[in-house]
């Protein structure tokens, strides 16, 4: 599905960029096969490579992103839903909220989808992207009568229809974080328009730690903060295919990347899935103005930032799924050593739950609470989405670190998968390393590279540093709880209590 | 209003019972009021309390009750409900939830009610002992064709004509805990049927530390765990008034309850409201039939318990209402100390109202996440009802900590209000007590004396100690944790993503 | 002991001031027949206190006092010492440390304190308050050629033969906190000189909260900061009798101060100890030039604020004394309901006196590595004595929480002793609150009343709060952290293993 | 070094032994040396390693234990003493403790040399077997009349003497937890004796992830537990050549071990420096008398693993340069992106570095409060050294935490040191992720690295699960600090306090 014509001509039309998703994505199969034989500029450890879907370190990044697209065909009520705007069912991933219980059934597919695959799916981001752009370009259009709703959701409609991945795209590299984008000394630092035309707008810059960039069809590029007036050349969304000419994408290294190829299955404790971060460099490419959602009002850059971390904070519902597995992958190993009925095991499995369905309830609450904007979109709590993503930075470590106490040293001290296929040591480590008898030896190992797969391997990078980052670090969750927590009427309330009220009667 | 008639001809009949609720309490005066002249054997400190209406350290917490009926008449959209049972509106604490949404309405009110008094109100024991005895009463009946349903709703659609307090009693006092209720040595140590006659049941015994007991017109016994067939004698549950002959009330001690009494309104710290817990002694007491729901069916007694505490622990929500002052409190000390601004006061808001939001997320999606029961009443998740009331045991502790280190030291080395009082060491205390200019050194005091009242004095009684114990111990929700987990599943789901599903095939 | 002399003469000599004194305090009994009889300006509640030893509130913080006493004579060689100034055996509150074991003594004491009084015993301000000046003192005569350190050793070896309790007095009121004592709209808001004159200083202002001044024979007064040096009056140290003209105290009310007064001593919970707090005001004090050891030299007064709160910061290891007892009170109640072996239990009290073991081994290891100063006192490790007190500001909570976890709910419920004693409900307390077969009903609620006393009554003034602030506040810590964590040596350490020394030859 | 007369005669002589030895390890370049040419059978990713030295993957666990030699070089004040055993200087090491102040001494090496190479340097264990088989072989000897003690001072004579790596092999994989050693289905699954010869014993089994194995000249087998007396083949304790025949090694895989490899030194983040685990198999293994020290003594098993792992316990302080380092690269990282001086994050270094100092503390108090043992050995505090231990599993888990949240995202999306060098991209990955002005991009990414080195790389291996498991998992502290925490002595302190002494004569 390479984007030829726009290689050629230089200047496409909107139905050409469209062109090669005339037929619609119909299953994960599909997906995959979707993304073959595109020409994009990817590299991996200093090589290019020339077809992502046939490289072991990338591909069960997107056998995870399949995953959506199966959930959707084995459980439809589930991963997909009925979209007014295209009048279809559509995969869920592509779905404007627009009530409390959609978010709260999309908040039950993260979750699942968490627990499918152990990591991060990296369709979230697109779908958050969705939410807040249809709001927001909406209320651009109510306050200035520009036309970027309507620009959005024909968008929006192919999309859908077309069932593709959509890839947001946020955060810039910053440089010099006390400075703004145009007092930066070099302005590409932010993602900007270099120039404008009658046809579109041509950007530069780069976009940092990209999730599932490569393995999407379609970005949506955001500014990633407040923005002042001169910062209009910075203010802009835009959507544009991932392999629109001037693009570069380096995949960025993860913790045991290589686990799978060097070691094999069992090392990478889960073979099958993975996430994926890239950086994303943009050279003078060209976005249609079909395609551009916000063009220098950068007035509106603050809200829409907002209301997607508003989204996507609650988005991280996902790592109670892998809280799910971790919590079942310890007991497992406790099992196999024998010692899952032991007083201090079970504790330590109740903790874990009760710390993983603390992070549920809270996103949870959010998604119940949700209120409608005037484009009718629902949006999460605003309190309530910050404080359970402010959960998730604190959790899922101590999870992980009780999954480790619970699963004891061989976790990290373990033979590889080679070892067992010798001749000569393979016997040895199946008689030391088993367990209580009738478990299966490498049974056992499996589990416990799970564990340190998600704890200390390749997808602890998702389980615990994207926790942390992804959506924003903790301090923009406890900005955004200082701006939340009314400490005026709280004040209010203590003074009357205590008594202030009545001070003028009582004398002190 | 007395007891009169149950005293003299010893067998009342119901309408006797409830001849002196005719008048339905219109308010809160009026149940102030109702709660005169009641023969009632109360003791506190050793002594008989003759009018506890009069009595200073007991009125707060009638004061606290009357406060659900002035939520009522100020907020009738929170305080009050429309019951399909009567027929009409009444007070929300008497209504059994039939959706999600009344679920969520009953918790919000539930955190108003927390911040309008800065202690336990009383009243959702008895509220949660009617939602678990609407299901449970129905069951039995649908499974041995019992008429209990009908005489719960009969005694309920009373209560609700009448709109009294109910107090629910289920904490018996135990003795050897490792014991069921028929190997005690002391068959007393449960409440139990002494005797049973053609009008009703005659029962003996304890209930320890009942909250607003004094306070309340009727009371709902109920069985405190899970019964065996041999202990049918102390399986029942039943209605009856407060002040039926046999009963003996001690209030409690608690920390600072004579503050009011020795000191002033400002050494009280919140003069108004305080909780109240009492042991209620029953010697032969009896209750008809139409106000017996359960009379020996022991297998219903751990349902009935674990539904009335599902209730019952997400109605802890309640202690974020407290969490809301105290966050004000500890924000409006800061703000005369003059360090509002300082960066690690401001951090530390933060946290105590990240730690207050997630204890109320997780409260609040066990509501969302209702499900009706047989009787068509709903019930909270139970996995989620049991993790609020587990963050409940852990973060008033924290938050109250962090009170105490932004509001400093003085919180526990103020002198009295009589201090003030004195003319040689009132205008020195007034002088040297003084904060940033502009602030009155009384009121400072004031929300000093409110912060101590909270975390180390009376009202820290419920804010603290009864977090911990009410509705259950920390180990209890544990259990109920540990049996809501789904290990099983969550043990497949880690087995299918470490490759074990496919080991026949692999070889290992 | 009256300081007659001082009130009809107006201008002591150095001898009267002492002569009270001749007699040393031999023991206990001595100390508390010392305080009798003195003319204070004493205030508890808005009344004078006459006779403070008389007064039953106030008694039980002379009486913890007075433990230091006996602990020097039951175990001399933990409560006394061999002094090299006055080369004879004295009570080791009144040494100067010359070595790190006399450190680790000196906490050994402290922690053995803790153990047998359940509270603050007041003692270890005016020790620390040696400490600091006996080093200041030498350096501030080495720099400048004053004779501080001359006087400050003649007043010591006075009261060192008197065998006296010396306070420490430090912290000043400070108004507004943003501003330096000069810049006050009241000047009094910081202790201060008001005159000088041949004789002597002439002082008045307050300090607040001081910890056992009603209960000392001596203060020792000291600035609460860095000064400047438009803060030359305030920047002073002097040593007064507490019965000196123009002194005014006024008791602080501490949580259930009044329990052993309106309920008994089962409802004190630990009727026989407690700590106190007082506010002192200063009109016009006179302090002769011999007890006069710092008199303007501002640039000194951060160094002794540092020196006194390594010091004092150290000193809170006698919370681990506390700690002891409340985790024995847990144990003690969990064998009265005969779950002391359930392994919840079981772990509670491991997680207790872990902590409880952290805190003691950072105040130790303070002590083992100190340092000497110049005048050959020895100072705590300052990082560690940091660390200690921080950890002070943290884990007794969680002590705190998991005792009242252990112990149950009757901890806030429980009646009176009053109601024990009554004819008619006493019995059936007893009958209802009886534990475990075997175990008096009696001592079950008096070993509840202990952990209410030390968690939420009036020694947790001292267990929770005090430990917050007393020696400084936890962001007090924290800044001094700060400053001693030599992150530049750190981040070398880093840069070199990050290979960064290397990049000139690496190409980077 | 090659082991080869024990190869060709099948029966070595003491002296034979030792030959290789005869000119003893000067210096690091020396002992690396000393590690060439021998003949073990090593595999590592299911292939024979031929010589270690040469392997990337292996050699940096050889550097860091080579570091051990360089202090001792460098700083002969921290890494070398002098031993009366000998009487010479020795490398700290080699070293048995006989005074508080050289555990001291050794916990101060032992973070100094965290510091140096962040990360397991590998030689503690053999350090703390030695001082364990010291006291533990005089105790035999004393009580049943052998001559172990004898046995191992000629031992370690000559070690010392020959400068070498001893390693401490104690962990058997124990197979079904519930059964001792002589009722397991496969006897080999703890090590065991099959033969006793005239000159020797034959042991047969294995001991699993031992630390730095491959890397030393002789091991150290120690019991693992506990042993009764049908347990006698499973109870001895002997010293053998690494390379002694019938002896195999198993290299574990790390996080990230081939990071140097597959990467290069800036993709390793500590391309210099890492731990080793290996599993060690016994297959007829020769011990001959002279190096065994004990032999049966069931009844002392025991004590051998209680003196060990008090001694180990406390090397964890190890951890604490490690911690040094991190909070270093968080500072540093910090630096990079401008935000050093903002409060957040100095606060959060503040965090880490109160955390680490925790640790520090109570791992130096139980140094400092050793007591001897008979043979004139002195042991840490048994009580602290648990603690010191415990703290070592949660807080390293919490500095790793706050290091990435103040690293960023880009610590686990950041391109290879390859792309760097890819003339396409390197120059894009030079401009995008450079960070304040002035700071060398390429030095960004390596403190980066280096973060996730610690945290989710391959030293987070020592750093956070070996903190978990190393010396005994979190449980075995519990039970030791169970064991000592004297709950008889705290529940009878409570009870005086509480007045229980009291209760003949008050009545109760």
């Known amino acids: 599905m390479p984007c030829q014509h726009l290689v050629e001509t230089g200047m496409p039309d909107i139905d050409a960029l469209w062109a090669d998703f005339a037929r619609p994505i119909a299953n994960a199969d599909d997906y995959i096969a979707s993304l073959r034989g595109r020409r994009m500029n990817v590299f991996f ?7 992502p879907v046939d490289n072991p370190v990338i591909f069960p990044s997107i056998n995870a992103m399949a995953e959506t697209y199966r959930l959707a065909s084995d459980h439809p009520d589930v991963g997909s839903v009925h979209t007014p705007i295209a009048g279809v069912r559509i995969n869920r991933f592509l779905h404007v909220p627009i009530g409390p219980d959609e978010l709260v059934a999309k908040h039950e597919m993260q979750r699942e989808l968490g627990r499918r695959t152990g990591t991060c799916f990296q369709r979230c981001v697109g779908l958050d992207a969705i939410g807040a752009c249809h709001s927001v370009t909406f209320d651009i259009d109510a306050e200035i009568g520009t036309d970027y709703h309507k620009r959005f959701l024909g968008f929006l409609k192919k999309a859908q229809a077309a069932n593709v991945v959509i890839g947001g795209a946020m955060t810039d590299p910053k440089g010099d974080r006390s400075k703004p984008p145009h007092r930066q000394s070099d302005p590409d630092l932010f993602l900007r328009i270099v120039k404008r035309d009658a046809d579109g707008i041509h950007v530069s810059g780069a976009k940092m730690h990209q999730t599932g960039a490569v393995n999407s069809h379609w970005l949506i ?3 990633t903060m407040r923005m002042t007036e001169a ?4 203010s802009f969304v835009g959507a544009l295919r991932v392999d629109a000419p001037g693009l570069t994408y380096v995949v960025g290294r993860q913790t045991n ?14 073979a099958q899935f993975a996430g994926q971060e890239a950086l994303i460099v943009f ?8 395609h551009v959602f916000m063009d220098g009002e950068w007035q509106y850059a603050a809200t829409l930032v907002e209301r997607f971390t508003t989204y996507h904070r609650s988005s991280y519902v996902c790592k ?14 406790a099992s196999h050593n024998g010692v899952e009925a032991v007083s201090h095991i079970k504790d330590k499995l109740v903790e874990m739950t009760h710390l993983n369905e603390t992070i549920y309830s809270s996103c ?3 998604a119940y609470r949700a209120k409608p904007m005037a484009s009718g979109a629902y949006l999460n709590d605003e309190m309530l989405s910050n404080v359970a993503k402010h959960n998730v930075t604190r959790f899922p470590f101590e999870i992980a670190r009780l999954a480790q106490d619970i699963a004891g040293g061989l976790v990290v001290t373990m033979p590889s998968e080679k070892d067992l296929q010798n001749n000569e040591i393979g016997p040895l480590i199946r008689k030391f390393l088993q367990g209580r008898s009738g478990i299966d030896t490498v049974d056992r190992m499996r589990v416990l590279r799970l564990i340190e797969n998600m704890t200390i391997g390749r997808n602890a990078v998702g389980y615990l540093t994207e926790s942390l980052h992804g959506a924003g670090s903790p301090q923009a969750q406890r900005i955004q709880i200082a701006r939340g927590m009314a400490i ?3 004040k209010a309330r203590a003074r009357k209590l205590a008594g202030i009220d009545d001070r003028r009667r009582s004398g002190g």
Chains 1, 2, 3, 4 share one sequence.
């Open 231 to 234: 910062d209009k050349d910075w």
């Open 221 to 223: 590029v955001m500014p």
């Open 364 to 366: 949870m609450a959010g």
């Open 488 to 490: 005026e009427d709280k």
């Open 257 to 270: 990347d290589t686990r799978g190829v060097d070691g094999g299955p069992l090392d990478a404790g889960n």
């Open 45 to 51: 450890m200093g090589e290019r490579v020339p077809e």
């Open 283 to 290: 050279d003078n490419v060209f976005i249609p103005h079909e």
């Open 320 to 333: 109670t799924g892998l809280g799910d597995v971790l919590i079942g992958a310890a007991a497992e190993a």
